[in-house]
């Protein structure tokens, strides 16, 4: 038997509220109000998406609107677009660069596991890296969140690389912790995850990275950058 | 306890977005009638809702408060600046207990001052660049257009009500009419911002559309209702300013629905003439009527409901993130509205 004093029950304005709310008539009044707002916003969202969607399609058909080369307003919109497709091949190369660096770890530590697969989803690559420089021997934890957003249970199986430093240099993978490693992430779940980095008391100096990768897929890349002085 | 902790939390996070603001206030001419008249509105001190949402869902989902300065101090912003061009939009006297900008100034210097707070809201966009990288950053220059581009539509909506006078409006009416402008950039889109920087993107933010959409509309009729039951030096405006200047409160849309036909035509009549025309006294007497037609109640009782809808949501959705004080801060500016008692 627990000899732990029983705690008096606190009435909290939450308490308050809800006890008001078991009132039959206020229910199906707030109940009418709140699903009036709900549809009221689904219109809309609806709405919204309609009207993004064709300015999109509009925007798709520039070769209609570039065909007469001397109107201004079809230049400016040329101009406009061909600024736009400059910073999304900016923007594709650097993906493709960060991709390809990701991978060259990927490879260099793990040669013997199967290449990367290709995957329908789009996949992203996190940073994460400290303020200041970290010492031999110094402990580090980095966090990040996953977010589950599609309707699926996805097994998640999280595997690191060696930490790679200048000329080759390396930090065996046994100086990083991932926690947890292995996890199902449910429909519309939020898991946070901790990577605990232990710098051996014999590390040498030098920008080091390491890989953190989901063994089922490739959508999840976490690209680790650590300085050690 | 709960008022307390939430107004000195938002009050802090308020007054680090005004400094903010300041550092990007340009220090050259023409000073005079541009940028000294920029943070007079900031500096009148407002609720700090808007960068207080967006750094405490950014802090909730495990974000640094520092991450999400960039962004709440363009929101704030941009709050001023609607601010400044609805003063001139509605012909208002007072804000934030002075006379407002144009009263002190002109029409014009006041839009052009509302104008050039836009285009330096734009400033800190382009910062959140260098410390949260071009994805997450591209992703709340979209939010931020989707947030202008909402709130213009709902001003268009309500200034063409009142320029036609439309005297037939329903409950459905105005809550559209809210949600563009005032949920979005109020609450729905500080929060997703907020949630966006602190996941690095990872989140959906759609998931906070409901919650965000409750906390506004509640916070808006109780807004409104402040306007006609509040003391005038601790509200900041004018009382009874709303229903002078013709706005299409839940209240007065309440009244006109129930009032009798005789009633409707004085309403109606008043609503018609230009805004200088408008009599204290025929302000006074609709006012008794929303009291006679219990408009004020159903609007005090409607955003409750609605703040209900949106604790629902909170804890829906936050349920699941650590016990911090961030998550605390909007549990309980949801909490001071359902207990609110003006």
């Known amino acids: 038997m627990s000899n732990k004093k029983k705690e008096p029950f606190r009435k909290t304005l939450t ?14 009044g707030a109940q009418k109000v709140v699903n009036s707002a709900v549809n009221v916003l689904e219109e809309e969202i609806a709405a919204g998406i309609l009207a993004a969607k064709k300015i999109e399609k509009k925007i798709i058909d520039v070769e209609d609107i570039r065909s007469d080369p001397d109107d201004l307003m079809n230049r400016i919109r040329r101009d406009t677009h061909e600024a736009v497709d400059l910073f999304l091949d900016a923007l594709s190369a650097i993906s493709k660069q960060v991709g390809n660096l990701a991978s060259s770890v990927d490879k260099e530590t793990n040669s013997k596991e199967k290449p990367v697969s290709e995957t329908k989803r789009e996949s992203t690559v996190t940073l994460l890296e400290t303020e200041q420089p970290l010492k031999p021997g110094q402990l580090e934890v980095f966090k990040f969140t996953l977010f589950e957003d599609s309707e699926k249970l996805t097994k998640m199986k999280l595997q690191k690389s060696h930490l790679i430093g200048p000329n080759n240099r390396i930090i065996n993978s046994r100086a990083l912790k991932v926690i947890p490693k292995n996890f199902n992430l449910k429909p519309k779940e939020e898991k946070e995850i901790s990577i605990q980095l232990k710098l051996p008391k014999n590390a040498l100096p030098g920008n080091y990275n390491a890989f953190i990768s989901d063994a089922n897929d490739n959508i999840i890349n976490v690209l680790l950058k650590i300085e050690v002085i | 306890m709960e008022d307390l902790f939430m107004k000195s939390m938002l009050a802090d996070y308020g007054a680090e977005t005004l400094k903010g603001i300041h550092n990007y206030i340009p220090d050259k001419e023409p000073k005079k009638y541009l940028y000294n008249l920029i943070s007079d509105y900031p500096n009148r001190g407002g609720k700090g809702f808007r960068p207080g949402l967006c750094i405490a869902a950014c802090v909730a989902y495990g974000g640094k408060k520092e991450d999400a300065s960039n962004s709440a101090i363009c929101l704030e912003l941009l ?6 061009h609805d003063d001139c939009e509605d012909e208002s006297y ?96 500080p929060i997703r911002i907020g949630a966006i920087i602190g996941t690095k993107g990872k989140i959906n933010p759609d998931i906070f559309n409901r919650l965000g959409y409750f906390m506004g509309t509640s916070f808006q ?34 009244l006109l629905e129930n009032c009798k036909a005789s009633e409707f035509k004085m309403v109606k009549k008043f609503l018609s003439l230009p805004i200088k025309e408008r009599k204290q006294e025929d302000a006074i007497r609709i006012l008794h009527l929303m009291k006679d037609y219990q408009s004020i109640d159903y609007a005090k009782k409607t955003s409750k409901y609605l703040a209900g809808g949106a604790l629902k949501e909170f804890y829906t959705i936050f349920s699941r993130l650590p016990e911090t004080k961030d998550k605390k801060l909007i549990e309980s500016i949801i909490l001071y509205m359902i207990n609110r008692d003006y």
Not at chain 2, 146 to 151: G, P, Q, R, Y
């Open chain 1, 15 to 28: 308490d308050d509220f809800l006890n008001a709310i078991k009132n039959e008539e206020l229910l199906s």
């Open chain 2, 79 to 84: 709050h001023n600046a609607f601010l400044v």
């Open chain 2, 94 to 189: 007072i804000r934030r207990g002075k006379p407002t900008l144009h009263e002190m100034n002109t029409n014009a210097i006041a839009i052009n001052i509302g104008d050039a707070m836009q285009a330096l809201a734009l400033q800190p966009l382009l910062k959140n660049r260098q410390t949260l990288g071009d994805k997450v950053s591209l992703s709340i220059y979209s939010e931020i257009q989707h947030l202008v581009l909402e709130s213009v539509e709902g001003q268009a909506m309500e200034l063409g009500w009142r320029k036609d006078n439309v005297c037939n409006l329903k409950e459905k009416d105005y809550l559209q009419m809210i949600l563009k402008k005032t949920c979005w950039y109020t609450c729905i889109h």
């Open chain 2, 221 to 254: 009729i109780q807004d409104d209702v402040l306007n006609l039951v509040a003391n005038e030096d601790k509200y900041g405006k004018e009382i009874c300013g709303d229903i002078i200047e013709g706005k299409r409160t839940l209240m007065l849309i309440h």
